[in-house]
Nanobody, 126 residues
Framework: QVQLVESGGGLVQAGGSLRLSCAAS????????MGWFRQAPGKQREYVAA???????NYADSVKGRFTISRDNAKNTMYLQMNSLKPEDTAVYYC????????????????????WGQGTQVTVSS
């Protein structure tokens, strides 16, 4: 069983920045594929970014060039640096994990992940 705990959400003005963290349990974090998803009020959960176990990254078009996903295997933690935030980025952000993930392939589908965190709220004011 893998436990995931997100942190770093909050209220920020448009154009500002936030860094989300996702701390994972387990001694084999380096083999996990990790991802970020978000869900805005009244909308379906959507893909944001993913990082493979080999640190290959992928982004949704809506955040490309503004968000950066990264991982620190020594700390069992994944990050999402969010810059140039927009009101439409307002959502609950969830991290997800898949054990024994591909070294090269960052998974972009919710169904490809086994474990989910509880989410952290990000609110961007205009």
């Amino acid at each position: 069983q893998v436990q995931l705990v997100e942190s770093g959400g909050g209220l920020v003005q448009a154009g500002g920045s936030l860094r989300l963290s996702c701390a994972a349990s387990g001694r084999t974090f380096s083999t996990y594929a990790m991802g970020w998803f978000r869900q805005a009020p009244g909308k379906q959960r959507e893909y944001v970014a993913a990082v493979s176990s080999g640190a290959i990254t992928n982004y949704a078009d809506s955040v490309k060039g503004r968000f950066t996903i990264s991982r620190d295997n020594a700390k069992n933690t994944m990050y999402l640096q969010m810059n140039s935030l927009k009101p439409e980025d307002t959502a609950v952000y969830y991290c997800a994990a898949r054990r024994r993930g591909s070294y090269y392939y960052p998974y972009a589908q919710m169904s490809e992940y086994e474990y989910w965190g509880q989410g952290t709220q990000v609110t961007v004011s205009s």
